[in-house]
Protein backbone atom coordinates (compact mmCIF):
# COMPACT_ATOMS: atom_id res chain seq x y z
CA UNK A 1 0.00 0.00 0.00
CA UNK A 2 1.36 3.24 -0.95
CA UNK A 3 1.94 6.48 1.44
CA UNK A 4 -0.96 8.32 0.09
CA UNK A 5 -3.47 5.16 0.90
CA UNK A 6 -1.83 4.74 4.22
CA UNK A 7 -2.61 8.77 4.97
CA UNK A 8 -6.73 8.19 3.98
CA UNK A 9 -6.51 4.81 5.80
CA UNK A 10 -5.61 6.56 8.76
CA UNK A 11 -7.91 9.04 8.83
CA UNK A 12 -10.51 6.53 7.97
CA UNK A 13 -9.56 4.76 11.01
CA UNK A 14 -9.93 8.15 13.05
CA UNK A 15 -13.43 8.47 11.28
CA UNK A 16 -14.01 4.89 12.61
CA UNK A 17 -13.02 5.56 16.46
CA UNK A 18 -15.14 9.12 16.17
CA UNK A 19 -14.89 9.99 19.44
CA UNK A 20 -13.75 6.41 21.36
CA UNK A 21 -9.80 7.19 22.51
CA UNK A 22 -7.51 4.81 20.68
CA UNK A 23 -7.77 2.63 24.00
CA UNK A 24 -11.38 1.99 23.78
CA UNK A 25 -11.25 1.10 20.16
CA UNK A 26 -8.63 -0.89 20.09
CA UNK A 27 -10.26 -3.05 22.87
CA UNK A 28 -13.43 -3.25 21.06
CA UNK A 29 -11.58 -4.35 17.92
CA UNK A 30 -9.05 -7.16 19.94
CA UNK A 31 -6.04 -5.31 19.15
CA UNK A 32 -3.58 -2.92 21.44
CA UNK A 33 -4.05 0.78 21.41
CA UNK A 34 -0.24 0.93 19.94
CA UNK A 35 -1.24 -0.80 16.74
CA UNK A 36 -4.55 1.91 16.18
CA UNK A 37 -1.59 4.41 16.63
CA UNK A 38 0.38 2.77 13.58
CA UNK A 39 -2.65 2.23 11.77
CA UNK A 40 -3.25 6.26 11.85
CA UNK A 41 0.15 7.09 11.52
CA UNK A 42 0.53 4.92 8.63
CA UNK A 43 3.32 2.95 9.99
CA UNK A 44 1.02 -0.31 9.49
CA UNK A 45 -1.95 -1.91 8.25
CA UNK A 46 -4.94 -3.45 9.54
CA UNK A 47 -5.65 -7.51 8.66
CA UNK A 48 -8.22 -8.29 7.05
CA UNK A 49 -11.04 -8.40 9.67
CA UNK A 50 -10.13 -5.14 11.18
CA UNK A 51 -10.30 -3.71 7.94
CA UNK A 52 -13.68 -4.71 7.67
CA UNK A 53 -14.77 -3.84 10.87
CA UNK A 54 -13.40 0.03 10.21
CA UNK A 55 -15.10 -0.03 6.63
CA UNK A 56 -18.16 -0.76 8.71
CA UNK A 57 -17.92 1.72 11.39
CA UNK A 58 -16.71 4.68 9.09
CA UNK A 59 -19.70 4.10 6.59
CA UNK A 60 -18.55 2.08 3.98
CA UNK A 61 -18.56 -1.47 2.47
CA UNK A 62 -14.91 -3.37 2.30
CA UNK A 63 -14.79 -2.57 -1.33
CA UNK A 64 -15.86 1.34 -1.35
CA UNK A 65 -12.89 1.34 1.66
CA UNK A 66 -10.82 -0.29 -0.67
CA UNK A 67 -11.84 2.01 -3.96
CA UNK A 68 -11.32 5.35 -1.96
CA UNK A 69 -7.71 4.01 -1.23
CA UNK A 70 -7.21 3.40 -4.61
CA UNK A 71 -6.98 -0.25 -4.21
CA UNK A 72 -8.13 -2.31 -7.25
CA UNK A 73 -8.92 -5.92 -6.12
CA UNK A 74 -7.50 -8.51 -8.76
CA UNK A 75 -10.49 -10.22 -10.93
CA UNK A 76 -9.98 -13.38 -12.09
CA UNK A 77 -12.45 -15.93 -15.02
CA UNK A 78 -13.08 -18.67 -12.07
CA UNK A 79 -14.60 -15.43 -9.73
CA UNK A 80 -16.61 -14.48 -13.08
CA UNK A 81 -18.21 -18.47 -13.24
CA UNK A 82 -18.66 -18.16 -10.15
CA UNK A 83 -20.48 -15.27 -10.52
CA UNK A 84 -22.67 -16.74 -13.72
CA UNK A 85 -23.54 -20.19 -11.47
CA UNK A 86 -24.95 -17.88 -8.51
CA UNK A 87 -27.07 -15.95 -10.97
CA UNK A 88 -28.28 -18.87 -12.51
CA UNK A 89 -29.89 -20.17 -9.92
CA UNK A 90 -31.13 -16.27 -8.46
CA UNK A 91 -34.67 -15.38 -8.49
CA UNK A 92 -36.00 -13.77 -11.73
CA UNK A 93 -36.55 -10.48 -9.55
CA UNK A 94 -33.00 -10.44 -8.50
CA UNK A 95 -31.58 -11.63 -12.19
CA UNK A 96 -33.61 -8.53 -13.50
CA UNK A 97 -31.97 -5.66 -10.97
CA UNK A 98 -28.73 -7.33 -12.13
CA UNK A 99 -29.87 -6.81 -15.65
CA UNK A 100 -30.49 -3.14 -15.18
CA UNK A 101 -27.49 -1.94 -13.42
CA UNK A 102 -25.58 -3.66 -16.16
CA UNK A 103 -27.59 -1.71 -19.02
CA UNK A 104 -27.21 1.42 -16.87
CA UNK A 105 -23.50 1.03 -16.87
CA UNK A 106 -23.68 0.13 -20.91
CA UNK A 107 -25.27 3.36 -21.32
CA UNK A 108 -22.79 5.22 -19.26
CA UNK A 109 -20.26 3.62 -21.02
CA UNK A 110 -21.42 4.74 -24.42
CA UNK A 111 -22.45 8.61 -23.44
CA UNK A 112 -18.96 8.34 -22.04
CA UNK A 113 -17.55 7.14 -25.73
CA UNK A 114 -19.57 9.41 -27.68
CA UNK A 115 -18.12 12.46 -25.15
CA UNK A 116 -14.76 11.46 -25.81
CA UNK A 117 -15.05 10.81 -29.49
CA UNK A 118 -16.68 14.33 -29.55
CA UNK A 119 -13.84 16.36 -27.38
Known amino acids: MDLEARKKLGEV ?37 NLANIADRAGYTIEELLNYLGIKPQFNSSDLNQIVKQIQV ?12 VMDRLASSIELSGSEIKA
Not at 25 to 47: C, H, M, N, R
Not at 90 to 97: I, R
Request: charged share 20%; net charge positive.
Open 13 to 49: VKTARDSMSQRAFAKLLGVSYTTVQLWEKGESIPDVL
Open 90 to 101: MPLSDVAVIGRV
